[in-house]
């Protein structure tokens, strides 16, 4: 095994052992470190090790490099998928009008979204 393989070997092991502690932000930034750490080409090593998006952990990297205090959000402010009523103004209203007054029940609670199947 050629050392190159090692490294990737090594930055797998310890990228699957510590994953499921992370949020989204904490693992871009640790993939990131793995790289500065690495130096050139580090950024495609740790990407293929661990099957990120290089994309990924060069923000990560840029993060880490930065040298800014970190904050308590995952995400930056306005960032993240916008709600379907948000995207869709009337939505709301109009599946309101789908559902007749006897079977929606309680009529000053208002929901939105899906129910989850079993």
Known sequence: MGGLALVEESIADRYERIRPWLNERQRR????????????G??????????THPDTVAKGRREVDSGEEPDERVRAPGA???????????????L?????????GDPSRR?????RRR
């Open 42 to 51: 580090g950024i495609k090593t740790v990407a293929e090790a661990t099957g």
């Open 80 to 94: 993240g998928r916008k709600g379907a009523a948000e995207r869709n103004p009337g939505l709301e209203e109009a």
């Open 111 to 115: 929901w939105c979204g899906r129910r």
């Open 96 to 104: 309101f009008k789908l559902v007749s007054p006897a079977t929606r």
């Open 29 to 40: 930034v640790w993939l990131g470190n793995e790289a500065l750490a690495l130096g050139y």
